[in-house]
């Protein structure tokens, strides 16, 4: 079973010591279920001098509306999306504090890692190979 300090350890490699990167183990210390909007609250209180953002996948556009204060998160923060088609950008640009990454669009996704994982297809060209190692030596998604 994957649990948090497995997701933490796979984060911690992925972006192996990169300085433009640090990990946060802050969810863990928080209530649950664990909200987006009260992870930024937390953030933004405990580090008033820095100017957080969220990371998402246009995926995730269509079910924004139905987060916990998504309009708070909306109105108080930035939203980076990477968009999977370009029918994302077409239908969701209009939309507050919203920036789209320009980036190769790639049809990958966790869930196709996972279920290529799971079905014995090679995907380490899809991940850091230490990330790739560490799944393999503790057979998660198998």
Known sequence: ?????????????????????????????????????????????????????????????????????????????????YPRFEEDIKTYKGQKNIKFVQAPRMKVSSSFIRDGIKSGKDIRHLLPSKVYSFIQTEGFYL
């Open 1 to 81: 079973m994957l649990n948090d300090q497995c997701r933490l350890k796979m984060v911690k490699l992925a972006i192996n010591q990169d300085p433009r990167f640090s990990v946060s183990d802050v969810e863990f210390e928080m209530p649950k279920p664990s909200y987006t909007s009260d992870t930024l609250t937390y953030l933004s209180k405990r580090h008033p001098d820095k100017k957080f953002v969220l990371v998402m996948g246009a995926d995730g556009l269509s079910t924004f509306p139905g987060w916990k204060n998504f309009e708070f998160i909306q109105d108080k923060y930035t939203r980076y999306v």
